[in-house]
């Protein structure tokens, strides 16, 4: 069954140093996401492509984060500096159109900023 | 108000209970409703999606009250490997993905 990729599973670092997280959809699926989950609460979207272009990254903080998927495939999202309060997990997820019927999420990138 | 709203957890249940989570959304213009199923430390999988006419997957059966703008899903004859967090998720017009903050169920033997 195919699945949808992310590295690193786990990072720790020091606030104020950049971080950055990969991710590969399963092979087709025109639309990822990126969304942040923090501890006792639902996924929250970062920002959303359709092939290589962004499609909502209404609540991605542009200030530090960003986001490309320069060929339509893989995706990197990096946080530049990393603070505090971005200590979360981050997932990805695809699906294969905008339909979204259903969304295949990655195991995520636990991320803790110390 | 949020847009996606869930009942409070956790959920405490033995085995065998009959259990129901509600989810009311803000939007009116929602497209498509899901319930999404997220054990500890993992991902969230889809669970099922919710249509008008209501449906049903062995013990789950998930409704859409389109008037009262809620969703809801029910777990009969619980096992203790239902125990996770069960996601509510919306999609509105113009492709927007809404998750609940989620409701944790604990089945206890």
Known sequence: EAEVAQSPR???????????????PISGHATLYWY???L???PELLVQFQDESV???????????????LKGVDSTLKIQPAELGDSAMYLCASS???????????PGTRLLVL | RKEVEQDPGPFNVPE???????CTYSNSASQSFFWYRQDCRKEPKLLMS????????????????????YISLLIRDSKLSDSATY??????????????????LFVKA
């Not at chain 2, 065998?16 to 509600?22: C, D, E, K």
Request: proline fraction near 2%.
């Open chain 1, 40 to 42: 006792g609460q639902g």
């Open chain 1, 55 to 69: 499609v909502d990254d209404s609540q991605l903080p542009k200030d530090r984060f960003s986001a490309e998927r």
């Open chain 1, 96 to 106: 294969p159109d905008r339909s979204q019927e259903t969304q295949y999420f990655g």
């Open chain 2, 87 to 104: 996601l509510c998720v919306v999609h509105t017009g113009g492709f927007k993905t809404i998750f609940g903050a989620g409701t944790r």
């Open chain 2, 50 to 69: 919710v249509y008008s006419s209501g449906n049903e997957d062995g013990r789950f059966t998930a409704q859409l009250n389109r008037a009262s703008q």
């Open chain 2, 16 to 22: 065998g209970a009959t259990v129901a989570f509600n």
């Open chain 1, 36 to 38: 942040r989950q923090i």
């Open chain 1, 10 to 24: 786990y990072k720790i670092t020091e606030k104020s140093q950049a971080v950055a997280f990969w991710c590969d």
